[in-house]
């Protein structure tokens, strides 16, 4: 099982970036997926998540109506739109794949992102 996490990096305050995390070794479609953040000094929290088949998404209300999560079911592959950075967002991302009602939970590795000027 891989959960791998791309698309962080050093954005200015009000910037974009797009977070992808590409899953293999597990059947994508049947797993629930989330972002979750981990900020230096703080514990980790959820960003967002949605659905196995994407009809919900569920979002920190911090986030909402500046990120987007999406998925693409035939590519494997769950996405972070975020807009209007800033420093409060500065953390590193990971991914996360769920089972529920198996007890399955896979992550990612992470990636860094960092709002600054």
Known sequence: VQL?????GLVQPGGSLRLSCVASGFTFNRYSM?????????????????????????????????????RDNAKSTVYLQ???LNAEDTAVYYCNAK???????????????TVSS
Not at 41 to 54: D, N, P, Q, W, Y
Not at 103 to 110: E, I, R, S, T, Y
Request: glycine letters at 16%; proline letters at 2%; a positive charge.
């Open 4 to 8: 791998v996490e791309s698309g962080g």
């Open 34 to 70: 989330s972002w979750y953040r981990q900020a230096p000094g703080k514990e980790r929290e959820l960003v967002a998540s949605i659905s196995s088949a994407g009809g919900s998404t569920n979002y920190a209300e911090s986030m909402k109506g500046r990120f987007t999560i999406s």
């Open 82 to 84: 975020m807009n209007s």
């Open 99 to 113: 089972r529920t009602g198996l007890g399955l939970v896979f992550w990612g590795q992470g990636t860094q992102v």
